[in-house]
């Protein structure tokens, strides 16, 4: 049974930076790529950035590709590295897990945490 849970999230004023992590259990063998999410206020959730393993290759939506950074500091923990952030960024972000290094659309999620970005 896997579990996902997210932490980190909070309020930062603009130009900020936060950090979230995400912790796995139950992930057991295997490659499970991780993925981050995110839906904003009014939107449908939005893919953020994946990576495959730890030190492996990862890819984040161009978008936001010069200000967020994702890594995996062990195989359970998935880490966000946000900087610059800005009000659009408000959003839950989501942690996501797949068995596979060939596709990343999540089969697991956490239930989110909330970052809020205001002065």
């Known amino acids: 049974q896997v579990k996902l849970v997210e932490s980190g999230g909070g309020l930062v004023q603009p130009g900020g930076s936060l950090t979230l992590s995400c912790a796995a259990s139950?992930?057991?063998?295997?490659?499970?790529?991780m993925t981050w999410y995110r839906q904003r206020p009014g939107k449908a959730r939005e893919f953020v950035a994946l990576i495959l393993s730890v030190g492996g290759k990862s890819q984040t939506t161009g978008s936001l590709k010069d200000r967020f950074h994702i890594s995996r500091d062990s195989p359970d923990n998935l880490i966000l590295q946000m900087n610059s952030l800005k009000p659009e960024d408000t959003a839950v972000y989501y942690c996501?897990?797949?068995?596979?290094?060939?596709?990343?659309?999540?089969?697991?999620w956490g239930q989110g945490t909330q970052v809020t970005v205001s002065s």
């Open positions: 139950g992930l057991g063998a295997g490659n499970y790529v």
């Open positions: 996501g897990a797949r068995h596979s290094e060939f596709d990343y659309v999540p089969e697991h």
